[in-house]
């Protein structure tokens, strides 16, 4: 039996922000990751986009750790020199019914502290991107795109020189929760026992599934999770935009909108695919639901002008047609079991939030060492 200090399951962009943050805290961290490799999951399947938090509810958490998250990323990637730009965003209405819902993301803006947003006309919106349709938009120009595997390997190369090592081809596939900490077992082609002290269940796609081995977990914090893939696009050909271009939003997502990468090349999507197992191919049948979405703000846009590209999927803790949920971060303070952090539905804005949630799960578990140093004193 291997005795470390904390592990963290899942080695995407949010369990290596977890890693990071608890390693330059001093803990003693191991990163167990089930894949050949970092970030091979949801973190490398995403828009890349730095996103501004427009939408979400006041005072949710999604809100509260995008808008730090955005500010902490901007300035990481500057101090790294990891490649990033501030590109901005019009968020557009096509047509006049979705004037008051683009008006009601303005409210919501604020209200989150979004600063900056401008409102344009039409004629606005299409001096700055003649090849663009609409109504009236909302200019964000602290929207921006990222190298997510160069900031990736920014995170594990900060945590590993604080002293955390990550394993790959590690899948957990046992927990048990003990007096003293967690016991856990560990698959792969060294298979292992390990005990810890700290636990961070920063799994994506398998967060919920994990939950659920722990004996002791109360039941009824365990959220019902759900897939839904995302499928993109690219075009062919070079983009008539310099912005990021969306949609009003869906119910289920932004809608299926225009990215670009640092090279410029645009993409389009993701869609919304409920799904029962995670499965990422793309099947090129969706286009034929991407092309009049899309038209609805670029209007020439080319017959046969998308190519299939790549699909990501959501860990969703709501399901179709239900209203979207927040994230949703466990610690000690709400289940009671002194070391564990549980992090459920870490979709979109992950990325932007990624510094953000990794300092609040160092103060999820600074609560249990409180808790643990007032028990001592008091026996």
Same mark, same amino acid.
């Not at 993301?105 to 039409?122: C, D, M, R």
């Not at 190369?157 to 955390?164: K, L, M, V, Y």
């Given at each position: 039996?291997?005795?470390?200090? &904390? ?12 890693? +990071?943050?608890?390693?330059?805290? $001093? !803990? ?25 938090g ?7 958490? *999604? ?13 990481? &990637? ?10 901005? %965003?019009l ?6 019914? =979705?004037?008051? *819902?683009?008006?009601a ?18 004629t ?9 349709? &609409?109504?009236?938009a ?7 795109i990222?190298?997510?595997? $160069? ?5 594990l ?8 090592t ?7 596939? !046992? ?6 900490? /967690? ?20 799994? #994506?796609?398998?967060?919920v599934?994990?939950? *659920?081995?722990?004996?002791? /977990? ?10 839904? +893939? ?10 008539? /935009? ?7 939003p ?18 389009? #999507? ?5 799904i ?8 090129p049948? !969706? ?7 899309? !038209? +609805? ?9 998308? =190519? ?7 860990? %969703? ?9 927040? /994230?949703?971060?466990?610690?000690? +303070? ?19 939030? &990624? ?21 001592? %004193?008091?026996?």
């Open positions: 039996m291997e005795h470390v200090d &904390c592990v963290v399951v899942g080695a995407g962009v949010i369990g290596l922000a977890c890693a +990071r943050a608890l390693a330059l805290a $001093g !803990r003693d961290v191991l990163i167990l990751e089930a894949a050949d490799t970092f970030g091979s999951g949801i973190s490398s399947r995403s828009s890349e986009v730095i996103h501004a427009l939408y979400y509810p006041t005072n949710s958490l *999604r809100a509260r750790v995008c808008l730090a998250g955005r500010e902490a990323l901007y300035t990481y &990637c500057a101090e790294r020199h990891i490649a990033h730009q501030r590109v901005g %965003k968020l557009v209405a096509t047509d006049e019914s =979705q004037r008051p *819902r683009l008006e993301i303005a409210a919501q803006a604020q209200t989150n502290g979004i600063n900056g947003l401008q409102h344009l006309s039409a606005e919106a299409m001096l700055l991107e003649p090849a663009l349709r &609409c109504v009236s909302l200019l964000s120009p602290d929207t921006g990222i190298d997510s595997h $160069g900031l990736m390997l920014a995170l190369g900060d945590a590993e020189a604080a002293g955390a990550l394993v790959t081809r590690a899948p957990v596939t !046992r927990v048990e929760c003990q007096a003293d900490g /967690f016991m856990l077992e560990v698959g792969g082609a060294e298979a292992m026992h390990l005990q810890a002290r700290s636990l961070i269940n920063a799994a #994506g796609l398998g967060a599934p994990l939950a *659920r081995q722990l004996a002791g /977990f109360p039941a009824d914090l365990l959220p019902t999770h759900h897939y839904a +893939r995302g499928n993109y696009f690219a075009l062919q050909g070079r983009s008539p /935009f310099s912005r990021l271009i969306y949609p009003i869906e119910t289920a997502g932004l809608g299926v909108h225009l990215t670009l990468d640092l090279g410029g090349q645009a993409r389009f #999507g993701p869609d919304v695919e409920w029962a197992e995670p499965d990422y191919q793309v099947d049948a !969706r286009a034929a639901a991407f092309y009049p979405a899309i !038209r +609805r703000y670029w209007p020439d846009l080319p017959d046969g002008a998308l =190519q299939p590209a790549y699909a990501g999927v959501r860990p %969703k803790i709501h399901g179709p047609g239900e209203a979207a949920a927040d /994230f949703m971060l466990l610690g000690p +303070r709400e289940h009671g079991l002194a070391g564990l952090v549980q992090l459920f539905g870490i979709e979109s804005p992950g990325l932007t939030s &990624c510094l953000a949630l990794g300092d609040a799960v160092g103060t999820a578990l600074a609560f249990t060492r409180h808790r643990r140093a007032h028990q001592a %004193k008091q026996v």
